[in-house]
C-alpha cells in the first residue's frame, strides 16, 4: 500500500533562536526547541527535515542529537538511538552555522516530519522565529559598521527629504526628455474616435482597452486620438514618440509600433481615471535600448497570470527585455516534448510517496509536492500565450537555461531517463540525452550546497540535449509568430572542483592538452555553435567570458565581438570585481549591465530583522536602483556590505565601449520570492527606479567636481523621484484593477522630550499612528506635524496607500512617567 501525505500532521511546535552572531566571524550560534503537542508518541528513528541558506557545522550541534545536510539547503534533524517522542516532551539543540544570521530569510523554513518505522511524512510548516533584538543578533560581526535600520536610523535617513508641491512633481514615469503642459484640458471617454494606420492595429487594440474604464459619456463630447508613424522631430532611435494633446484632439506620432506604444503609456499615466488629460507636449526617446527584467520561477514557480501582470508593469514603465529565468538545480520550467522527463520530474518538488523521482524541498517549499510554489511549469500553450503577451507589448522575452552549473534539475531528470530506458532494455537510446558522467568522483560544493548539480560538459550527449532543447524553444517561437534573437544559457557559479573527477572530462582533457579553463572555453564555443545554427544569438552570465589569473577573473579575448551577450552581475563593492563591466566592454563585449549592489531585487531594502531577502552584496533600496551611473559607478560609489568604504581602484570605461553598455536589467531571483504577493513586494517599486534611470536622459551626477555639489544633485533628483513615487506612482498602481502588493516603506520615528516627530521615505505617503496599543489603519489619526505623546507607553506606526493598506508597524516604547 502507498502511503498517503498525512495532511493532519503531528502538532510539533518549533522555535528558532538565533544566539549570537559573535561566535567568530564566520560562524553564528543558533537553537531550535522542538516541542511535540500531539498528544501522541512519535515513533523512534524520526528525523526532521527543513531547509536553510546558512550551513549547519555539523560537529557543533548538541549532544544527542545528529543534523546532517542532504544535499542543497536540506537538513535533517535527528536523534540516533534515541526512543520515541513522547508528548509533551521538548527537544532544544544548539548548533554552529556558517556566516550569519541577522533577518527572518536567515532562519531556517520549510519543516516536515519523517516519524519512525516508515509512516508517511507530514509538512510542520516554518518556525516561530525569535526577535533579533540584541546587538549580537543584529550584526553579523564585531565589524558590522552597518547600522540596523530601525525607526531612528529611517528618521535619520528620511530627514534630508521634503514634500513637494505638486507642480515641482514630475506627472511622467521615466521622466521624459521634453514636456510642456500649458494649462488647459483634454476629456477622452470610452466611446473616443481612434484614427491609426493599418500597421498600428496592436498599438489601437491596447488603446481601446485602456479607454475602457473610462465614463462613456463625458461634457461636451470626447476628444479624438490619432495614431500615426513617422519622424519625431528632434529624437533618435525606433521608440522615440511625439505626445500632443490639445483639448479637442490627442496625437501620438511614433517612430515605429513601439515608439506609438510608449506614447500610449505616457497618455495613460497622463490620464485621470475620468478621462481629464492635461493639454500639452511631450518628446521622448529612451537613453538605453536594451531596459530588462529578470524574472526567476525555478526556485518558485510563477503561474501565468503572475507573469502577465509583472510584463504589464515592465511595459507601463517602458522596460522592453523580459529575461525568463526557466531552469536552475531547484527545478525545470518549461514543457519539452522530446524530454517529458524535465518537467515530470524537473518540475515537481516534495517528498515522493509513490516512488516516483521528484527534486527534493528546497526554500521551505515542503514535503508535499502538488500545490507547492516549489512545483510547476509551463505548458508549451502557456508559454505561447505569454510571448504573445510579450509581443505585443513590445517586450523581448529572453530565454535562460542554465548551464553547465545550477543545472540539477535537468542532471537528475536526464539521469532517470537514462534509469528507465535501461530497465526497459533500450541501451542505446538511454544513453541519447545524458548530462552526467556515472562514474565522476568530483568533490565540490556550489554556492548553494550542491554536491552534484553539474552537466558534465566532455559528453557528447550534452550537445543532443542542448540542440533538441534550443530546437524545440525555436518552434514555439515560431508558433507564437514571435522572433527569438537570443538565448540565455547562464554560465555563472560553476563549482571549483566539478569535473576534476571524471574519466570523460579527463580523458578530453588529456587528448587535447586542455586545462579546465580550455575544456569549459570549448564547451562555451559548441553551445554557440549549437544556437548559431538555429539562428540564435548566444548570451551568459559574466563567467562565460572571465578567465581566471590567479586571485584575477579577466576578461576572456576569445568570445568578444558581436553575438555575444554577457550579463554582468558580481559586483559587490570590496569584491574586487566593481568593474567587470568596463573591463569586458573594454574588450569589445556587448554588456547588459545587471549589477547586484543596485539591481539585485532579491536583496533586501535594508538591514532590518524584519525585511524579507538576502544581502550577500548589499542592501538594495529603490534609491540604489535610481541612483546608479550606468556609465561611471565609481562617481556614486557605494559601501561594502559590511558598511564600509571600500578602497577600489576602477578601471574606467573607454569612449569607444561606451556603446557596448547595451542597457541594464533587474534581476529578481526567486529563492525569497514564494508567492504573488511576495514578489510584488520585492520587485516594486524597485523597478521604477530602474526603469527610470534606464531611460532618462543621463542627470551628469558624475560630471560635477565638487563631491558636495554632486551629492546636493543626486539628492535633489532623488527628492522629486520619491515624491513622484508616494504621490503619483503608488496612488496609481492602488488604481489598478488589482492592486499591487508593492512595497510601503515603514515610517521614521523618533520621541523627544515627550514629542514625536515622523516622517517617511517617499513623500506623499500617509503615516497614520496609535497611542492605545492598537495597530495603526487609515481611520487612525494621520500624523501631519509633531505629537505630544507624554502620556502613551507606546507609539504604533504605519504608512498607508490610498486603499488602507498598512506598511510593517513601528513600534516605539516610551519610558514610564
Same mark, same amino acid.
Given at each position: 500500500?502507498?502511503?498517503?501525505?498525512?495532511?493532519?500532521?503531528?502538532?510539533?511546535?518549533?522555535?528558532?533562536?538565533?544566539?549570537?552572531?559573535?561566535?567568530?566571524?564566520?560562524?553564528?550560534?543558533?537553537?531550535?526547541?522542538?516541542?511535540?503537542?500531539?498528544?501522541?508518541?512519535?515513533?523512534?528513528?524520526?528525523?526532521?527535515?527543513?531547509?536553510?541558506?546558512?550551513?549547519?557545522?555539523?560537529?557543533?550541534?548538541?549532544? @544527542?542529537?545528529?543534523?546532517?545536510?542532504?544535499?542543497?539547503?536540506?537538513?535533517?534533524?535527528?536523534?540516533?538511538?534515541?526512543?520515541?517522542?513522547? $508528548?509533551?516532551?521538548?527537544?532544544?539543540?544548539?548548533?554552529?552555522?556558517?556566516?550569519? &544570521?541577522?533577518?527572518?530569510?536567515?532562519?531556517?523554513?520549510?519543516?516536515?516530519?519523517?516519524?519512525?518505522?516508515?509512516?508517511? $511524512?507530514?509538512?510542520?510548516?516554518?518556525?516561530?522565529?525569535?526577535?533579533?533584538?540584541?546587538?549580537?543578533?543584529?550584526?553579523?560581526?564585531?565589524?558590522?559598521?552597518?547600522?540596523?535600520?530601525?525607526?531612528?536610523?529611517?528618521?535619520?535617513?528620511?530627514?534630508?527629504?521634503?514634500?513637494?508641491?505638486?507642480?515641482?512633481?514630475?506627472?511622467?514615469?521615466?521622466?521624459?526628455?521634453?514636456?510642456?503642459?500649458?494649462?488647459?484640458?483634454?476629456?477622452?471617454?470610452?466611446?473616443?474616435?481612434?484614427?491609426?494606420?493599418?500597421?498600428?492595429?496592436?498599438?489601437?487594440?491596447?488603446?481601446?482597452?485602456?479607454?475602457?474604464?473610462?465614463?462613456?459619456?463625458?461634457?461636451?463630447?470626447?476628444?479624438?486620438?490619432? *495614431?500615426?508613424?513617422?519622424?519625431?522631430?528632434?529624437?533618435?532611435?525606433?521608440?522615440?514618440?511625439?505626445?500632443?494633446?490639445?483639448?479637442?484632439?490627442?496625437?501620438?506620432?511614433?517612430?515605429?509600433?513601439?515608439?506609438?506604444?510608449?506614447?500610449?503609456?505616457? *497618455?495613460?499615466?497622463?490620464?485621470?481615471?475620468?478621462?481629464?488629460?492635461?493639454?500639452?507636449?511631450?518628446?521622448?526617446?529612451?537613453?538605453?535600448?536594451?531596459?530588462?527584467?529578470?524574472?526567476?520561477?525555478?526556485?518558485?514557480?510563477?503561474?501565468?497570470?503572475?507573469?502577465?501582470?509583472?510584463?504589464?508593469?515592465?511595459?507601463?514603465?517602458?522596460?522592453?527585455?523580459?529575461?525568463?529565468?526557466?531552469?536552475?538545480?531547484?527545478?525545470?520550467?518549461?514543457?519539452?516534448?522530446?524530454?517529458?522527463?524535465?518537467?515530470?520530474?524537473?518540475?515537481?518538488?516534495?517528498?515522493?510517496?509513490?516512488?516516483?523521482?521528484?527534486?527534493?524541498?528546497?526554500?521551505?517549499?515542503?514535503?508535499?509536492?502538488?500545490?507547492?510554489?516549489?512545483?510547476?511549469?509551463?505548458?508549451?500553450?502557456?508559454?505561447?500565450?505569454?510571448?504573445?503577451?510579450?509581443?505585443?507589448?513590445?517586450?523581448?522575452?529572453?530565454?535562460?537555461?542554465?548551464?553547465?552549473?545550477?543545472?540539477?534539475?535537468?542532471?537528475?531528470?536526464?539521469?532517470?531517463?537514462?534509469?528507465?530506458?535501461? &530497465?526497459?532494455?533500450?541501451?542505446?537510446?538511454?544513453?541519447?540525452?545524458?548530462?552526467?558522467?556515472?562514474?565522476?568522483?568530483?568533490? %565540490?560544493?556550489?554556492?548553494?550546497?550542491?554536491?552534484?548539480?553539474?552537466?558534465?560538459?566532455?559528453?557528447?550527449?550534452?550537445?543532443?540535449?542542448?540542440?533538441? /532543447?534550443?530546437?524545440?524553444?525555436?518552434?514555439?517561437?515560431?508558433?507564437?509568430?514571435?522572433?527569438?534573437?537570443?538565448?540565455?544559457?547562464?554560465?555563472?557559479?560553476?563549482?571549483?572542483?566539478?569535473?576534476?573527477?571524471?574519466?570523460?572530462?579527463?580523458?578530453?582533457?588529456?587528448?587535447?592538452?586542455?586545462? /579546465?579553463?580550455?575544456?569549459?572555453?570549448?564547451?562555451?564555443?559548441?553551445?554557440?555553435?549549437?544556437?548559431?545554427?538555429?539562428?540564435?544569438?548566444?548570451?551568459?552570465?559574466?563567467?562565460?567570458?572571465?578567465?581566471?589569473?590567479?586571485?584575477?577573473?579577466?576578461?576572456?579575448?576569445?568570445?568578444?565581438?558581436?553575438?555575444?551577450?554577457?550579463? /554582468?552581475?558580481?559586483?559587490?563593492?570590496?569584491?574586487?570585481?566593481?568593474?567587470?563591466?568596463?573591463?569586458?566592454?573594454?574588450?569589445? %563585449?556587448?554588456?547588459?549591465?545587471?549589477?547586484?549592489?543596485?539591481?539585485?531585487?532579491?536583496?533586501?531594502?535594508?538591514?532590518?530583522?524584519?525585511?524579507? @531577502?538576502?544581502?550577500?552584496?548589499?542592501?538594495?533600496?529603490?534609491?540604489?536602483?535610481?541612483?546608479?551611473?550606468?556609465?561611471?559607478?565609481?562617481?556614486?560609489?557605494?559601501?561594502?556590505?559590511?558598511?564600509?568604504?571600500?578602497? &577600489?581602484?576602477?578601471?574606467?570605461?573607454?569612449?569607444?565601449?561606451?556603446?557596448?553598455?547595451?542597457?541594464?536589467?533587474?534581476?529578481?531571483?526567486?529563492?525569497?520570492?514564494?508567492?504573488?504577493?511576495?514578489?510584488?513586494?520585492?520587485?516594486?517599486?524597485?523597478?521604477?527606479?530602474?526603469?527610470?534611470?534606464?531611460?532618462?536622459?543621463?542627470?551628469?551626477?558624475?560630471?560635477?567636481?565638487?563631491?558636495?555639489?554632486?551629492?546636493? /544633485?543626486?539628492?535633489?533628483?532623488?527628492?522629486?523621484?520619491?515624491?513622484?513615487?508616494?504621490?503619483?506612482?503608488?496612488?496609481?498602481?492602488?488604481?489598478?484593477?488589482?492592486?499591487?502588493?508593492?512595497?510601503?516603506? $515603514?515610517?521614521?520615528?523618533?520621541?523627544?522630550?515627550?514629542?514625536?516627530?515622523?516622517?517617511?521615505?517617499?513623500?506623499?505617503?500617509?503615516?497614520?499612528?496609535?497611542?492605545?496599543?492598537?495597530?495603526?489603519?487609515?481611520?487612525?489619526?494621520?500624523?501631519?506635524?509633531?505629537?505630544?505623546?507624554?502620556?502613551?507607553?507606546?507609539?504604533? *506606526?504605519?504608512?498607508?496607500?490610498?486603499?488602507?493598506?498598512?506598511?510593517?508597524?513601528?513600534?516605539?516604547? *516610551?519610558?514610564?512617567?
Amino acid at each position: 500500500m502507498i502511503p498517503t501525505m498525512d495532511r493532519q500532521a503531528p502538532a510539533i511546535a518549533i522555535a528558532w533562536e538565533c544566539l549570537s552572531n559573535y561566535t567568530r566571524d564566520d560562524a553564528f550560534s543558533a537553537r531550535f526547541t522542538l516541542r511535540n503537542d500531539s498528544g501522541e508518541p512519535i515513533a523512534s528513528g524520526w528525523a526532521i527535515c527543513f531547509n536553510t541558506c546558512r550551513k549547519v557545522l555539523a560537529d557543533s550541534v548538541s549532544e @544527542g542529537y545528529a543534523i546532517a545536510h542532504l544535499n542543497g539547503d536540506l537538513f535533517s534533524l535527528s536523534m540516533p538511538g534515541g526512543g520515541p517522542w513522547l $508528548p509533551g516532551v521538548t527537544h532544544t539543540v544548539d548548533y554552529e552555522a556558517l556566516h550569519w &544570521a541577522i533577518s527572518i530569510t536567515d532562519a531556517p523554513l520549510g519543516f516536515y516530519l519523517l516519524p519512525g518505522e516508515g509512516g508517511a $511524512p507530514s509538512d510542520l510548516g516554518d518556525p516561530e522565529i525569535a526577535p533579533f533584538a540584541r546587538p549580537e543578533q543584529r550584526h553579523r560581526m564585531r565589524g558590522d559598521a552597518l547600522p540596523t535600520a530601525d525607526a531612528a536610523w529611517r528618521f535619520g535617513q528620511n530627514a534630508a527629504l521634503h514634500l513637494l508641491p505638486d507642480e515641482a512633481v514630475g506627472r511622467i514615469t521615466p521622466r521624459p526628455r521634453f514636456a510642456h503642459f500649458d494649462g488647459r484640458r483634454c476629456v477622452l471617454s470610452r466611446h473616443a474616435p481612434l484614427g491609426y494606420e493599418r500597421a498600428l492595429w496592436n498599438e489601437a487594440s491596447l488603446l481601446a482597452s485602456m479607454l475602457g474604464s473610462l465614463p462613456g459619456l463625458v461634457p461636451g463630447g470626447s476628444a479624438d486620438v490619432q *495614431l500615426e508613424l513617422g519622424e519625431v522631430e528632434g529624437m533618435e532611435g525606433p521608440e522615440a514618440y511625439l505626445l500632443e494633446i490639445e483639448p479637442g484632439r490627442v496625437r501620438i506620432r511614433g517612430a515605429s509600433p513601439h515608439g506609438v506604444f510608449n506614447g500610449l503609456q505616457t *497618455l495613460c499615466q497622463l490620464m485621470a481615471p475620468d478621462g481629464v488629460l492635461p493639454a500639452g507636449r511631450v518628446l521622448d526617446a529612451p537613453r538605453f535600448g536594451y531596459r530588462g527584467m529578470m524574472l526567476d520561477v525555478a526556485r518558485h514557480f510563477a503561474g501565468v497570470s503572475t507573469v502577465l501582470r509583472l510584463l504589464d508593469c515592465m511595459a507601463g514603465y517602458k522596460l522592453n527585455r523580459f529575461h525568463f529565468h526557466l531552469t536552475d538545480d531547484e527545478g525545470w520550467r518549461l514543457a519539452i516534448g522530446a524530454l517529458p522527463e524535465l518537467t515530470a520530474i524537473g518540475a515537481r518538488r516534495g517528498v515522493s510517496l509513490d516512488g516516483s523521482p521528484c527534486l527534493p524541498p528546497s526554500f521551505g517549499s515542503g514535503a508535499g509536492i502538488d500545490g507547492s510554489a516549489g512545483s510547476g511549469f509551463y505548458t508549451a500553450s502557456e508559454f505561447i500565450t505569454i510571448l504573445r503577451h510579450a509581443h505585443a507589448r513590445h517586450i523581448e522575452v529572453i530565454p535562460e537555461f542554465n548551464m553547465p552549473g545550477h543545472a540539477r534539475a535537468a542532471v537528475v531528470a536526464m539521469r532517470e531517463r537514462c534509469r528507465r530506458l535501461r &530497465a526497459a532494455g533500450d541501451i542505446e537510446a538511454a544513453g541519447e540525452y545524458l548530462l552526467d558522467d556515472p562514474d565522476d568522483a568530483s568533490r %565540490y560544493e556550489s554556492v548553494q550546497l550542491w554536491h552534484d548539480n553539474v552537466i558534465c560538459i566532455a559528453l557528447p550527449s550534452v550537445d543532443r540535449f542542448i540542440d533538441t /532543447v534550443v530546437g524545440e524553444v525555436c518552434m514555439l517561437y515560431r508558433e507564437a509568430g514571435v522572433p527569438l534573437r537570443v538565448i540565455h544559457t547562464g554560465g555563472d557559479e560553476v563549482p571549483v572542483g566539478a569535473w576534476l573527477g571524471s574519466p570523460v572530462c579527463r580523458a578530453r582533457m588529456q587528448e587535447r592538452g586542455w586545462s /579546465v579553463q580550455q575544456l569549459h572555453d570549448d564547451f562555451v564555443e559548441r553551445c554557440r555553435s549549437i544556437l548559431a545554427r538555429h539562428g540564435v544569438e548566444f548570451a551568459g552570465w559574466d563567467e562565460t567570458a572571465l578567465v581566471r589569473e590567479g586571485d584575477r577573473m579577466l576578461p576572456n579575448p576569445r568570445f568578444a565581438g558581436a553575438g555575444f551577450h554577457v550579463y /554582468v552581475w558580481n559586483n559587490a563593492w570590496g569584491s574586487g570585481q566593481e568593474d567587470c563591466a568596463y573591463r569586458l566592454a573594454n574588450a569589445g %563585449y556587448d554588456v547588459v549591465l545587471s549589477n547586484a549592489a543596485n539591481l539585485y531585487f532579491d536583496l533586501a531594502y535594508a538591514k532590518h530583522p524584519q525585511e524579507p @531577502g538576502y544581502y550577500w552584496a548589499g542592501f538594495v533600496g529603490t534609491r540604489n536602483a535610481f541612483g546608479f551611473c550606468p556609465l561611471d559607478i565609481g562617481a556614486m560609489a557605494g559601501t561594502d556590505p559590511m558598511g564600509r568604504t571600500p578602497a &577600489a581602484t576602477l578601471q574606467p570605461l573607454d569612449a569607444g565601449a561606451r556603446g557596448r553598455i547595451a542597457g541594464l536589467q533587474g534581476q529578481l531571483w526567486g529563492e525569497n520570492a514564494r508567492s504573488r504577493a511576495r514578489l510584488e513586494y520585492l520587485a516594486l517599486p524597485r523597478l521604477i527606479g530602474l526603469a527610470e534611470r534606464a531611460w532618462t536622459p543621463d542627470p551628469g551626477w558624475q560630471d560635477i567636481e565638487d563631491l558636495h555639489e554632486r551629492a546636493a /544633485v543626486a539628492l535633489r533628483d532623488w527628492n522629486e523621484f520619491a515624491n513622484r513615487l508616494g504621490q503619483r506612482e503608488l496612488p496609481r498602481l492602488d488604481r489598478a484593477r488589482r492592486p499591487w502588493d508593492y512595497r510601503l516603506p $515603514p515610517p521614521g520615528a523618533i520621541v523627544r522630550d515627550g514629542v514625536l516627530h515622523a516622517n517617511v521615505a517617499l513623500p506623499g505617503l500617509a503615516v497614520h499612528y496609535t497611542l492605545d496599543g492598537l495597530e495603526p489603519t487609515s481611520r487612525s489619526p494621520r500624523y501631519a506635524g509633531p505629537v505630544a505623546v507624554d502620556d502613551a507607553r507606546e507609539v504604533k *506606526l504605519a504608512s498607508v496607500d490610498t486603499r488602507g493598506r498598512a506598511s510593517r508597524i513601528v513600534t516605539l516604547t *516610551l519610558e514610564s512617567p
